[in-house]
């Protein structure tokens, strides 16, 4: 009896044995594999990109063609794409068997903001997109008068005005969902109100509090019924809220 309990141990032991090494082998096969030329890189497929070239993305990863896919850290990847102005989120992953996959969803550039000769792309979190001296864009509302404190490519704006600026923000974005965005032309932050320049040089002095879709819609309306008597040179006051008055722009409006 004692016997056969010690050829079953036996038995067990050597098949447990024989078990551990087949998961060896197997487990060292597959490292030797992944770790062969079969996995060098060959190829990069950039998707999502429309503001951000390609090769720019390719040089932010640092990623180097031949080197095997694997021993790259794809989060490091990530974070070092990221550091581009315009790059909201990004993702990265291996392909089998020679391929890494970057896909990117950029950030939209939402206005500009005019500050000392300065066009400041900003998206529509403020983040500073990219700064021109030389050109803007004509399909972007202007933002004027913002009053910045410190502003650096890729950073959020650091402004004292900053209720006004959120304010300003919140009418662009409604102004986008009601389909209004083209009677934009500039927003101005420099009165103690905040006041719209229509594409037609109509100023308007809106309301602090009113829901910004509701008045931009109130806002259209009203700018058509202008438009059909062909009166331009007016101010839109918009402040109380429901209640709209138009008078000449040489009448003097107090604050």
Known sequence: MN?????????????????????????WACYYFMQSDFFELREVLVTGNSVVEENVVVKLSELEFGRNIFKYNLTNIENSISTHPYVKNIDVRRKLFNTILIDITERKEYAIIIHMGSNIYIDKDAKILKADDSYFKQNLPLITSVELLDFRVGEYVVVSNENKLERALQIIQAAKVTETINLLSEISLREENIRIITVDGIEVIVSATE?????????????????????????VDMRNDGVITVREREVQEED
């Open 211 to 235: 829901c910004p879709v509701y008045m931009m819609l109130a806002l259209e309306e009203i700018l058509s019924e202008l438009e059909s008597i062909n009166r331009k040179n007016v101010i």
């Open 3 to 27: 016997n056969k309990i010690i050829r079953k141990k036996l038995l067990l032991r050597k098949t447990t044995t024989i078990f551990l090494f087949i998961i060896l082998f197997v487990l």
